[in-house]
């Protein structure tokens, strides 16, 4: 089909992962794409909202880009997140992964980068099939401890892990996000263990080589650039840092964006893909 606005030609995708199926959608450049990009989106995000800067992509770098919904969630929610029993820890160990493969045999020989957002970047140095990534590009991402939010964003913090939500969560079977004013409705499954990671102060570190795969990002070798944004109350900067450690190897740095040295009033967690902060983009994709 073709985008009306901005005539880009786009296709919607479906493929599996593990015992799922997952719905996205394919952006394209008109020219032979130079790379094929995965987006991996952040908790909560639908891939709509990415949805502009695909567009910039595919037209302005040449990058194709394949944004999709985590099981569970959105348009790969069937019938309804409280049926599904995908956890965080599958969102990022199967279905990253399985979107990966379906770009490999969407662009085949196209050189593969990956995007994170948030927890798109958050445990890619524990996945499997990391050997021809070739580009990994971090935004907004990291290991958060709810202690670590600035005030008053810790108070909603608090909140949301021990207050009214998860009482909401286990008597409905599913975080009911837009009664509660996150805004998406998630599996319990993920709720739990997003909930166990960030009021835990080694996050998943503790896990590794136990319940969870050891980081390995030496399997890839890809360079590693990790955004970090100055108004991030949900992810501050030193977060990233602490993640960049999980990466490892030389070729890894981290970036602290201040918005206001870019124009910009704010960015946050969530405002790095707005059209508003458009001119971020080629701060996080830069030419090559």
């Given amino acids: 089909m073709k985008d009306l606005k901005t005539d880009l030609a786009t296709r919607d995708v479906i493929f599996p992962s593990g015992p799922n199926t997952l719905h996205g959608t ?5 020219s032979a794409p130079r790379a094929a990009l995965v ?5 909560g995000v639908p891939q709509g909202y990415y949805r502009a800067f ?16 985590y099981s569970g969630f959105e348009r790969s929610a069937a019938p309804h997140p409280k049926a599904s029993k995908a956890t965080m820890a599958d969102w990022a160990l199967v279905d990253q992964p399985a979107a990966r493969t379906e770009m490999r045999r969407l ?3 196209v050189p593969l980068w990956v995007l994170g957002h948030s927890v798109g970047a958050m445990l890619m140095p524990l996945q499997d099939g990391l050997e ?3 580009n990994m590009i971090g935004v907004a991402s990291g290991l958060v401890h709810h202690s670590d939010h600035p005030w008053p964003y810790q108070a909603l913090a608090r909140s ?3 207050g009214h939500v998860p009482v909401m969560v286990k008597l409905l079977g599913y975080l009911p996000g837009k009664l509660v004013g996150f805004g998406a409705d998630l599996p319990a499954g993920v709720y739990w263990q997003w909930r166990l990671w960030c009021t835990t102060k080694n996050a998943y570190l503790d896990e590794m080589g136990k319940t969870l795969p050891q980081a390995d990002w030496s399997r890839s070798g890809a360079p590693v650039t990790l955004n970090a944004f100055t108004d991030d109350s949900t992810i501050p900067p ?3 840092q602490r993640l960049a450690e999980v990466y490892g190897g030389s070729d890894v740095s ?8 870019h124009g910009l009033q704010q960015v946050g967690h969530l405002g790095a893909f707005t059209r508003r902060n458009a001119r971020l983009w080629p701060e996080l994709v830069p030419t090559f």
């Fill in 26 to 30: 394919l952006y394209e450049p008109h």
């Fill in 39 to 43: 987006l991996n989106s952040a908790t």
């Fill in 54 to 69: 695909a567009t910039w992509l595919a037209q302005e770098r040449s990058i194709a880009c394949l944004t999709y919904d």
């Fill in 107 to 109: 662009l085949p020989g």
């Fill in 132 to 134: 021809d990534v070739q």
């Fill in 160 to 162: 949301f892990w021990f």
């Fill in 238 to 240: 030193k977060c990233t």
């Fill in 254 to 261: 981290v970036r602290i964006i201040d918005p206001v040295e």
